[in-house]
């Protein structure tokens, strides 16, 4: 099969992701990925799609190959190397996600740029200890756009690590009003009001961080939520559901 039927294929595939029908979007992106597809743009999207799976060597292949398509239109080019540079901090290239995000940087300089590129940079800073560059971008990031949830999340987690708890919680909260279910700053917030002796404030909040399906795109492992709740006397609610599932199949 050549590229043209191949990317045939891939649009069949974006329809059906529009319409939330995942599984078998993911399975035909499959298909035409291995037939030659050359789409850009699906190529992108089933990056997106793999990483979310926990495929991060696979969404990296593929996204590479999207990188060296030729004439390769604007405003898929951006989405693309977004893609490519969380593909590779999720596979543990951190420095190259960096270098990635550097150049978009350089051409593209929106909320979602700004958020991603800015979690990047505290990752950075928690290997080196030196948070002074992701201090001044973020801040720089929040005065471009105090709504953006990512945004306001970075700059949270940052101060909640340079000890200023008081500004992270006012940010935590502003974030979780703007997106009431992001997990990451759950989380965050729920760590803070155990610290303050809110522990059924802290319960809740992680209830409902853990029942949501986990995004691969979270700076916040789940491991740790779900460590921070059993600390709370909590059960895992997803475990918990498995464990009743199983009593009632018996």
């Given at each position: 099969?050549?590229?043209?039927?191949?990317?045939?294929?891939?649009?069949?595939?974006?329809?059906?992701?529009?319409?939330?029908?995942?599984?078998?979007?993911?399975?035909?992106y499959?298909?035409?990925?291995?037939?030659?597809?050359?789409?850009?743009?699906?190529?992108?999207?089933?990056?997106?799609?793999?990483?979310?799976?926990?495929?991060?060597?696979?969404?990296?292949?593929?996204?590479?190959?999207?990188?060296?398509?030729?004439?390769?239109?604007?405003?898929?080019?951006?989405?693309?190397?977004?893609?490519?540079?969380?593909?590779?901090?999720?596979?543990?290239?951190?420095?190259r996600?960096?270098?990635?995000?550097s150049?978009?940087?350089?051409?593209?300089?929106?909320?979602?740029?700004?958020?991603?590129?800015?979690?990047?940079?505290?990752?950075?800073?928690?290997?080196?200890?030196?948070?002074?560059?992701?201090?001044?971008?973020?801040?720089e990031?929040?005065?471009?756009?105090?709504?953006?949830?990512?945004?306001?999340?970075?700059?949270?987690?940052?101060?909640?690590?340079?000890?200023?708890?008081?500004?992270?919680?006012?940010?935590?909260?502003?974030?979780?009003?703007?997106?009431?279910?992001?997990?990451?700053?759950?989380?965050?917030?729920?760590r803070?009001?155990?610290?303050?002796?809110?522990?059924?404030?802290?319960?809740?909040?992680?209830?409902?961080?853990?029942?949501?399906?986990?995004?691969?795109?979270?700076?916040?492992?789940?491991?740790?939520?779900?460590?921070?709740?059993?600390?709370?006397?909590?059960?895992?609610?997803?475990?918990?559901?498995?464990?009743?599932?199983?009593?009632?199949?018996?």
């Open positions: 099969m050549g590229a043209f039927r191949a990317n045939l294929m891939a649009r069949r595939a974006v329809a059906l992701q529009a319409t939330r029908n995942i599984d078998r979007a993911f399975d035909l499959g298909k035409a990925y291995d037939a030659g597809m050359t789409d850009v743009y699906a190529l992108a999207a089933y990056g997106v799609l793999l990483m979310r799976r926990g495929q991060g060597e696979k969404a990296v292949e593929v996204l590479k190959k999207g990188t060296k398509q030729p004439k390769i239109k604007p405003e898929y080019w951006g989405h693309l190397y977004q893609n490519l540079g969380l593909a590779y901090w999720m596979t543990g290239n951190l420095d996600a960096l270098r990635v995000y150049r978009i940087y350089e051409r593209l300089t929106t909320a979602s740029v700004r958020g991603n590129y800015g979690f990047l940079l505290i990752a950075k800073a928690d290997e080196t200890g030196d948070y002074e560059q992701a201090v001044a971008f973020n801040e990031a929040l005065a471009y756009d105090d709504e953006d949830p990512v945004i306001l999340d970075n700059v949270a987690q940052l101060c909640y690590r340079l000890g200023d708890k008081e500004r992270a919680e006012e940010l935590f909260e502003k974030a979780l009003k703007v997106r009431p279910t992001q997990f990451d700053s759950m989380v965050y917030l729920a803070i009001r155990r610290e303050q002796g809110r522990d059924d404030e802290a319960r809740a909040l992680l209830q409902t961080a853990l029942e949501k399906e986990y995004s691969a795109f979270s700076t916040v492992k789940r491991e740790a939520a779900v460590e921070l709740a059993e600390s709370l006397g909590m059960q895992d609610p997803q475990e918990k559901k498995a464990e009743s599932s199983e009593q009632g199949g018996e």
